[in-house]
């Protein structure tokens, strides 16, 4: 059973830095495509960055891209580093695992939730203006 936990959200003043941290019990050596999700109240679930473990290649949501960064360590915890952040950046976030996707298929853009097998339980951000 995959695991996965969500830390490090806060509240912040626009133009703040925050880092979401997603422990879990995911090998990421052997390549796993995770992503990093939000969902504001009142509006659809969103993919904001997806990564492949297995070499680090990335996709970010136009809306994030040159603010938010996606990571890993060496281990099994996966990080979301967010500056310039903006009071529309509010939301929970939500760590995923799409265990079934290949790297190109992860870093397409095409983010439906129904990809992703595993999830985290949340972690609110909130940008104040």
């Known amino acids: 059973q995959v695991q996965l936990m969500e830390s490090g959200g806060g509240s912040v003043q626009a133009g703040g830095s925050l880092r979401v941290s997603c422990a879990t019990s995911i090998y990421f050596a052997s390549g796993v495509c995770m992503g990093w999700f939000r969902q504001a109240p009142g509006k659809e679930r969103e993919g904001v960055a997806t990564?492949?473990?297995?070499?680090?290649?990335t996709y970010y949501a136009d809306s994030v891209k040159g603010r938010f960064t996606i990571s890993q360590d060496n281990a099994n915890t996966l990080y979301l580093q967010m500056n310039s952040l903006k009071p529309e950046d509010t939301a929970m976030y939500y760590c995923?695992?799409?265990?079934?996707?290949?790297?190109?298929?992860?870093?397409?853009?095409?983010?439906?939730?129904?990809?992703?097998?595993?999830w985290g339980q949340g972690t609110q951000v909130t940008v104040s203006s």
């Open positions: 990564i492949y473990t297995g070499d680090g290649s």
């Open positions: 995923a695992a799409a265990p079934f996707l290949g790297r190109t298929r992860c870093n397409s853009g095409y983010l439906p939730r129904s990809d992703f097998h595993a």
